[in-house]
């Protein structure tokens, strides 16, 4: 292993914090390597040992480690404060440039990340509606909280929780259908009039990089209008990162809420949801949904969060960020043909995913049918290689504005090598 730090070291962190992680993907075998430092597409260990980094910290960095243009605003912004606990400038312009490119957002209100916001944005819908019912996919995440914190179940018999300590009675009221499948979903809101919304990922991004098919969307919002169900889009990772107007502007389907974090926080913790004014206007102080956070809007996070939405709308750095992932996941798709290997590479602006085993991942339920042993090796070759992967098979590989052809380069090469290491066996 290139990452060489000792057993004894990891052993202590083990004993410290459970998984010796502070959030469980983070875990593999032998050791989680840990980090030093990072800079543009390259991250470096305690042991000095250099990445190429296609984790990206699971989506906030799309521009990459320690851009200087966000050092400098945060830096600037530290020397003057860094929460007041009243509104600041930095949260009023981030606020103001949201609400003035997203297509949903005729009002926002900020948070501290994507689970505050999906819990923020599910307890409106609900206080909204006044309807208890939510609708998610299969392989959808939304943060770590109860009410989504539930296992795939048929979508009419409601579901279970996923993990330990969630009451059944906290999921109870969720129902699970699966992606790319208007017609399930239809006949659930046939069936029931308690929904008061459905939650789901326009692009979902937790089970690897599953897109829309064609109209998807458009069926969505037309099914949850007729059946007066409100039409959620949790944008955590597709905002800002599928475009300005990240994806609803991308499909042209607006929905009625939305919820982000990651790019907004700029690489600091962040997340806001927002939507349609009738609904938003239920927020405390001016309605009876309570939402609260000391550190929601912070001038920190939000001075990196816009910062990084600014420099993104420049020198067309969406269009050239897709072309580089879109080269990249093309040349990866045709290794993996060349090979005779079953696998398939699927991509959309600077997501892509790599799955063995199977042909096409158009929803949770193919996800689950990915050969999860072959990613685990693929993902200790490639640590090997100098190219850190995010460890989970169901995870995203994100590219930076920053990761350049040298790296794109070396990744091609290092997942060549390890496909035919694999076909020599
Ligand atoms: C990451 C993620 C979340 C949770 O965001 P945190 O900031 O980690 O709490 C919610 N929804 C989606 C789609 C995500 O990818």
New binding site residues.
Partial sequence: MRHSNSQAEDEELRRLTPGGVSSPVRAFKPYPVVIDSGQGCRITDIDGNEYIDLCMA??PLILGHSCPRVVKAVRDQIKKGSVFGTPSEPETQLIRKIASTVPCADMVRLAC????A?MHAIRLARGYTKKDGLVKMNGG????HDAVLVAAGSGSAGSLPASAGVPKDAVKNTYTVEYNDPGSFESLLDKRNDIAAVIM?PVL??VGVVPPQKDYLQQMRKITESHDVLLIF?E??TGFRLGPQSAQGCFGVTPDMT?M??IIGGGYPA?AFMGRRDIMELVAPNGPVYAAGTFAGNPVSATAGLTTVEMMAEQNRYDRLAKRTADLAERLSDLMTDSGITGCVQHIASMFSIYFGIDEVTCGGDAAKADREMFGKMFGFMLNRGVYLPPGPMEVEFMSAATDRDAVNRVGDAFDDFLRSVKRK
């Fill in positions: 699971y989506g990340s994507g689970t505050e999906t995440f939304h943060g770590a990922e991004g937790n949790d955590v990772i919820t974090g990651k997340g």
